[in-house]
């Protein structure tokens, strides 16, 4: 098997066309018909930019991708494959004009072979001996697929995973399953069986004697089995190669994510094909109406969600950017992770199994109620494909069947029955796909009692209740399922917002019993209703990290508990939320759309993370506010046994950490406060290793009035890009550090706004956030494009720029760019500034 990633040499147009040959046509018209074609690498998405823009809805319709490949198949008789990591939402695949495939369902894996089409595909030699290939993507609205449009994500268009070209002999190995067979470890034996299975790649059905051969090695490199075969004639489905005793294990768990490798080898009189494959040794169980078990071990799951989006790219995420996330995720201290709504990345799955990552992954049955049968026949189809594809992970503990299924939308009829029916036929296609794992929902609680393992829906302190209702409203829900797992809790928080008292929403919310904490229709809403925290709260970071702080303490305690996983880990993009503070955001994350990390990632490490850490609260909160000698509260989050804390040079005092104190675990002092500026340095202490952490800000005493006008300032910073920043003034010029009107950024002149990346400094429309807001430019954008926003939103984010000098033009252009900044809010003069 030889495997070649097309990365390069692609271009794209966003639009329909009136048929393929339009694909070509302006190579023989030349000089009488242009299609607008512009280059691109893939992964790509047509909707990487569009979906934060906060004045239009994403486009949602075709998209065309063509590309000229050289080949060279060196199998005598073989096979010529496209293999499409995911193509979204459907796909037509043409060589020339020719289609050769068609795919719907934008998340799973498909393969397509085009042999005969590369063969004898007109218009080859007026591309010197390459071969003409075209996709055709469409996201366009379709009720009868899924996911539903009603979901809190984009579906995004696009080739927006990695596509390869791959020559495999007449007959090759299609695919590899590997199962240990664990239930005698769970008993308390020694070793355990592993069978090896395999399914062949054999479209002409030849009938050649094949020899396969199996090894297996451990983590260093030792072959720890190994089978031969003589020769076999070639079989039809997945068949057993290889069945091994495996004595004494090293077992597959988080903390020790040992993994094996099986290289099964096919060879046929047509050449030599392998595959090589990981796999984990690991057993679990979820007690009734009690805690998860891992290797025997209770193992309390904390976990979070992940969504394939990214800033400027959408789902278009590179490998290097995907590792970088999933690093992030391990490194707050997270052991488990549900991918949600849909099958993810195999890198993504990779990276479970190496970091230690225990999985929910699920189809995108997302939403909207039940269509007719292409519809039901796409679950089918996308439950087998990720089964099938995604066997061989140890990390995958979970078959997620559908979410929020009781929300009803997209038909005119809403039969519960025949959801369950259906949902029941799922359940059992899992089961016999894969007898080693369980299956998953996420509310719809009428089917509660036909998956495994079951998720109600718990947002105490967002959509429902107060956050101090968690324990009650967990422990009554946990009650009505056999095996109930927590997903999605957390609250919404737009990055650098602070305040000095959070909303908390103890004396103007209802709580009844303070078990009704599940989120309703319309609660996502931020008008109507009841009252809520989600409506009438302050998005801010202050309450997010206190929330935070009460769940993780109180989980610690609930020894019933299997694990919850907090929604979620990344800002994501979502076109049902066109009034969140950065439009088209759904911004419950931890960290931004860029991977600059909010406050929150610090209070799950405290909890969290084995590695000692501390930080003090407030790094974005340049300013603190409040009266002359005011007492106030100087927040610390760590792991450490105990932490010192220093104020302008002079210790405060030692405390000790203690889960259960909230909030911060105990680590909070008390200082009264005057006008002026302050350091804040925290020094954790940790079983002989020391860590510390420091912050300064400033104290204002000075009272404002109503916002009266808005300021901006500029800066260089080293990467090239110019940071503007606009802050609410009252009419004597003090800032308003309440303030937090919409207020939009313009541009004319030479430069470009980074904008559309859905972070508070790459948003063009945004909220302010503790009276100010900023925005990222490029000062040689537009026709010079000097400094792709690719560029900018990789690991570290703006976090990682400095300032420096001011901007000059491109190299050796000797143009001095020239461009005036413009930001307004409704009521306020508009403001200007030359950078």
């Not at 393969?111 to 063969?119: H, L, N, Q």
């Not at 422990?475 to 919404?492: I, T, V, Y």
């Not at 792709?788 to 143009?815: E, L, M, N, Y």
Request: charged share 25%.
């Amino acid at each position: 098997m030889i495997r070649r990633k097309l990365s390069s040499d692609w271009e794209h147009r966003t639009g329909g066309l009136g048929g393929p040959w339009e694909v070509w046509r302006a190579d023989k018209l030349r000089n009488h018909y242009n299609v607008p074609w512009h280059p691109v690498e893939l992964p790509h998405s047509y909707n990487g930019y569009d979906a934060l823009d906060p004045d239009a809805v994403y486009y949602q319709g075709p998209g065309w991708y063509r590309t000229k490949l050289e080949m060279d198949n060196p199998y005598p008789g073989g096979r010529t494959l496209l293999h499409f990591e995911a193509a979204g939402q459907r796909a037509d695949i043409y060589v020339y004009t020719w289609k050769v495939a068609s795919h719907t369902g934008g998340y799973d894996e498909f393969v397509v072979d085009i042999t005969e089409a590369a063969a004898c595909a007109r218009g080859i030699e007026r591309y010197g001996g390459k071969v003409p290939v075209a996709v055709a993507c469409d996201n366009s609205r379709d009720l009868e697929t899924i996911p539903s449009d009603a979901s809190d994500f984009h579906l995004y268009g696009g080739l927006y995973r990695d596509v390869h070209l791959v020559y495999v002999p007449a007959i090759s190995l299609a695919r590899v399953h590997i199962e240990p067979e664990t239930e005698g470890l769970a008993r308390g034996e020694s070793g355990c069986v592993v069978r090896v299975r395999g399914e062949l790649y054999n479209p002409e059905g030849r009938e050649d004697g094949l020899r396969v051969s199996v090894v297996v090695r451990d983590r260093e490199g030792r072959m720890v089995a190994e089978s031969a075969s003589g020769q076999t004639a070639p079989w039809a489905g997945m068949r057993e190669l290889a069945a091994f005793r495996l004595e004494a294990p090293r077992l597959w768990s988080p903390d020790d994510p040992y993994l094996y490798t099986c290289e099964v080898a096919l060879e046929s009189p047509h050449g030599k094909t392998a595959l090589t494959e990981r796999f984990g040794v690991r057993y679990f169980r979820f007690e009734k109406r009690g805690p998860f078990y891992l290797n025997g071990s209770r193992l309390l799951l904390r976990g979070t969600h992940r969504h394939e989006d990214h800033a400027g790219v959408g789902p278009a995420m590179t490998e290097a950017m995907i590792r970088e996330e999933m690093r992030l995720i391990k490194d707050m201290g997270a052991n488990f992770i549900r991918l949600g709504h849909y099958q993810q990345s195999r890198h993504v799955l990779d990276l479970c199994d190496e970091l230690g990552l225990l999985v929910w992954e699920e189809i995108p049955w997302c939403r909207g109620g039940l269509g007719g049968e292409s519809y039901r026949q796409q679950c089918r189809d996308m439950l087998t494909a990720m089964i099938g594809q995604h066997y061989n992970h140890p990390s995958v503990i979970l078959w997620g069947l559908g979410n929020e299924n009781d929300w009803e939308c997209d038909f005119d009829e809403f039969d519960k029955d025949e959801i369950r029916r259906f949902m029941k036929e799922l359940h059992e296609l899992s089961h016999r796909l894969d007898a080693g794992r369980l299956t998953a929902i996420r509310r719809c609680d009428f089917c509660k009692d036909i998956v495994d393992v079951y998720s109600p829906s718990i947002w105490a302190g967002w959509y429902r209740g107060i956050y101090t209702d968690y324990e009650a409203s967990s422990l009554a829900a946990s009650r009505e399922a056999d095996a109930f797992f927590h997903m999605e809790w957390g609250a919404d928080n737009l990055a650098t917002r602070h305040v000095e008292k959070p909303y908390t929403g103890f004396e103007f919310i209802p709580r009844g019993d303070g078990t009704r904490t599940d989120e309703r229709d319309g609660d996502y809403l931020l008008t109507g209703g009841e009252p809520r925290v989600s409506r009438d709260g302050d998005w801010s970071e202050t309450y997010f990290c206190e929330m935070i702080d009460w769940v993780l303490k109180s989980q610690e305690r609930m020894d019933w508990l299997t694990g919850a996983a907090q929604w979620a880990f990344k800002d994501f993009a979502t076109p049902v939320r066109p009034d969140s503070p950065i439009p088209y955001l759904n911004m419950k994350g931890v960290i931004e759309r860029d991977f600059t990390k909010k406050e929150a990632y610090y209070v799950f490490q405290s909890y969290w993370a084995a590695k000692p850490m501390v930080r003090v609260y407030g790094h974005s909160m340049p300013v603190r506010w409040g009266d002359e000698g005011e007492t106030k509260t100087l927040k610390v989050y760590s792991n450490c046994e105990e932490v010192e804390l220093f104020l302008n040079g002079r210790s405060l005092g030692v405390k000790k950490r203690n889960s259960q104190d909230f909030p911060c675990a105990g680590l909070r002092w008390e200082a009264k406060l005057s006008a002026g500026e302050y350091e804040v340095r925290a020094l954790g202490r940790h079983r002989g290793e020391t860590v510390e952490d420091t912050v300064r800000f400033t104290y204002q005493t000075e009272k404002w009035g109503e916002p009266a006008k808005l300021e901006l300032t500029a800066e260089r910073v080293a990467d090239g890009r110019i940071y503007v920043e606009a802050r609410a003034v009252d009419a004597n010029g003090v800032w308003c550090l309440d303030a937090s009107a919409f207020v939009r950024f313009g541009l004319a002149g030479d430069g470009k706004l980074l904008d559309n990346l859905g972070t508070v400094r790459g948003s063009r429309l945004v909220q302010l956030a503790s009276g100010r807001a900023g925005i990222y430019v490029d000062p040689v954008g537009g026709a010079r494009a000097a400094i792709p926003v690719a560029d900018f939103v990789t690991a570290g984010g703006p976090a990682a720029a400095k300032p420096g000098g001011r901007s000059g033009g491109p190299a050796g252009t000797g143009i001095r760019p020239r461009s005036v900044v413009s930001v307004k809010a409704e009521g306020l003069e508009t403001a200007f500034i030359e950078i």
